[in-house]
């Protein structure tokens, strides 16, 4: 398997842009995780989805930040607009309930800067 | 609430010397275990995992890792610090009962010295 799959791996973009991060989980793997890292806060869990259903989003830090997941293999984080405090790592992860007991598989992360 | 710490920041040890990274949580229920590494501009990889059973686990990269029930504790060792494994080390838990939710503590940023 190829892993968890995100992209682009690196965003550059202006203040008040649209930006959209991409995800592809594990085939099989039926939750998916939002995570954004940045030095100050550390990891924190935006959102999560199971079965493509948002069961948590408590995470999602105000309006600007939406994500969906259209069907069992992709899913999109989109931020609109944008502001310079957004500059973070973002990382998708996947897991199977009843396999591993809640282990969570881990993508390569989006870098994203706004200027 | 549910919480998990890790009460150092920032570790450095000498290379060939023993690590001991630190690891709690405050769960009500019988907790999954896991420790995740992430090197420099890496996603986090799984060390190792605790479900049940024996309570020292053994994981990737010669690392293994205690379940104190009684100190509601995680501890990772390794007995020889390689100069490779600095890294940032996470531990994190999670219950049946989060629907495959894992609480990530802070990380502890290891540096390893020549």
């Known amino acids: 398997d190829a892993g968890v799959i995100q992209s682009p791996r690196h965003e550059v973009t202006e203040m008040g842009q649209e930006v959209t991060l991409r995800c592809k989980p594990i085939s099989g793997h039926d939750y998916l995780f939002w995570y954004r890292q940045t030095m100050m806060r550390g990891l924190e869990l935006l959102i999560y989805?199971?079965?493509?259903?948002?069961?948590?989003d408590s995470g999602m830090p105000e309006d600007r930040f939406s994500a969906k997941m259209p069907n069992a293999s992709f899913s999109t984080l989109k931020i609109q607009p944008s502001e310079p405090r957004d500059s973070a790592v973002y990382f998708c992860?996947?897991?199977?309930?009843?396999?591993?007991?809640?282990?969570?598989?881990f993508g390569p992360g989006t870098r994203l800067t706004v200027l | 609430a549910q919480s998990v710490t890790q009460p150092d920041i920032h570790i450095t040890v000498s290379e060939g010397a023993s690590l001991e990274l630190r690891c709690n949580y405050s769960?009500?229920?019988?907790?999954?275990l896991f420790w995740y590494v992430q090197s420099p501009g890496q996603g986090l990889q799984l060390l190792l995992k605790y479900f049940s059973g024996d309570t020292l686990v053994q994981g990737i990269k010669g690392f293994e890792a205690e379940f104190k029930r009684s100190q509601s504790s995680f501890n990772l060792r390794k007995p020889s610090v390689h100069w490779s494994d600095a890294a940032e080390y996470f531990c994190?838990?999670?219950?049946?009962?989060?629907?495959?939710?894992?609480?990530f503590g802070q990380g502890t940023e290891l540096s390893v010295k020549p």
């Open positions: 989805f199971n079965n493509n259903v948002p069961i948590d």
């Open positions: 769960y009500g229920a019988t907790p999954y």
């Open positions: 994190a838990v999670g219950t049946y009962n989060q629907g495959g939710k894992l609480i």
């Open positions: 992860a996947s897991s199977q309930r009843g396999a591993s007991y809640n282990e969570q598989f």
